[in-house]
């Protein structure tokens, strides 16, 4: 495969925070999620004619994920490619481009069960206005899989679940370049300062997957992303700056795994939700975390409850021994 193929990071801006696309100028040309639905006109549409190019002329749509804020501008982009473009999204997420209503059904199931009904009114709103209409994917992925993008241009999926069940990272073939998006989240958002992670176990296995076995040379993020020491990490990630991203993820993860396993007992009552941080409020003294849950996205909520449900599998299969000692 060719060694120059041009790679236009693009922000996408909406609320406190932003997520990023990017363009792949292949013959082919590749746009790797997509924002927010006003994303397709007021940033990615703007961006790529500074380049000289046109959002019409892009034939593939690569989500990483199914989250709204990378997924929300698939449909009017693919209105402005008069449906030209194929639509790439993992399997086990495409019904999150097929019906918007499941992103509300997903939040109410994860953060809305600790918010009060008039936030959690306040944020479908949100939601709502952010996601496109629906659309049907034009070809669903599994792990393993090869986009061909024209000429020899290529890109291989890997899947990276944790930050949500089917979250892939595709990466440029020959280059070995990683769109990894929010699989890699280091110490957390610019504006949310914790990680966003719906599966720790998967997480984990991921970030340990791309560090020990794809080793990417240059890393892709989702978002902008803090280091140990709060410092935000530029989206692109170069060299030996990779893997020190990639363990850095790891080590974080071990923390929040660490504090939630002393704070919660599996006899707690994980439904109580007083104050600010509902059940886990002494974990965010401890970590001294300070955010507002109430905002969009909830990344703490959605970590938390990550973590706890970990909790409780790791209690029900150690039970599991015990009661059966011959079971495996």
């Not at 909406?14 to 590749?30: H, L």
């Not at 006003?38 to 989500?63: F, M, N, P, Y």
């Not at 006899?267 to 974990?283: H, K, R, V, W």
């Amino acid at each position: 495969m060719t060694n120059s193929v041009r790679v236009i990071p693009i922000e996408c801006k909406f609320g406190r925070t932003s997520a990023y696309a990017y363009y792949i100028d292949a013959p082919e040309p590749a746009l790797i999620d997509t924002g927010i639905a006003s994303s397709a006109s007021q940033e990615i549409e703007t961006v790529l004619a500074e380049h000289g190019l046109r959002i019409e002329d892009i034939r593939w749509i690569l989500l990483t994920h199914g989250h709204v804020d990378h997924l929300g501008g698939a449909r009017a982009i693919w209105e402005k490619t008069r449906g030209c473009a194929e639509v790439v999204i993992p399997q086990k997420e495409a019904y999150l481009l097929r019906n918007r209503s499941a992103h509300i059904t997903d939040y109410k199931q994860l953060q809305g069960q600790y918010l009060d009904a008039e936030t959690q009114e306040k944020h479908t709103a949100i939601l709502l206005n952010d996601i496109g209409d629906d659309l049907e994917p034009t070809v669903e992925v599994v792990g393993g899989d090869r986009l061909l993008l024209g000429g020899d241009v290529s890109i291989t999926v890997v899947e990276t679940p944790g930050h949500s069940i089917g979250s892939v990272t595709f990466v440029l073939d020959g280059m070995n370049w990683a769109f990894a998006a929010d699989a890699v989240q280091m110490y957390g958002g610019a504006q949310s300062r914790i990680p966003t992670i719906e599966h720790p176990a998967y997480y984990r296995q991921s970030l340990q997957h791309l560090l020990e076995e794809v080793r990417p040379k240059r890393l892709y993020l989702g978002h902008h992303f803090r280091n140990a020491n709060g410092a935000i990490v530029n989206p692109q990630v170069d060299g030996d700056e990779v893997a020190a991203v990639l363990r850095a993820s790891l080590e974080m993860d071990a923390k929040l795994a660490d504090v939630v396993q002393r704070h919660l007992s599996i006899d707690a009552q994980f439904t109580e939700n007083d104050g600010l941080y509902g059940p886990f409020g002494s974990i965010a003294d401890e970590i001294g975390y300070t955010g507002d849950p109430r905002n969009l996205p909830c990344a703490y909520f959605v970590t938390m409850h990550g973590y706890k449900e970990e909790l409780i599998v790791a209690h029900k299969w150690e039970g599991e021994n015990l009661n059966d000692p011959e079971e495996v």
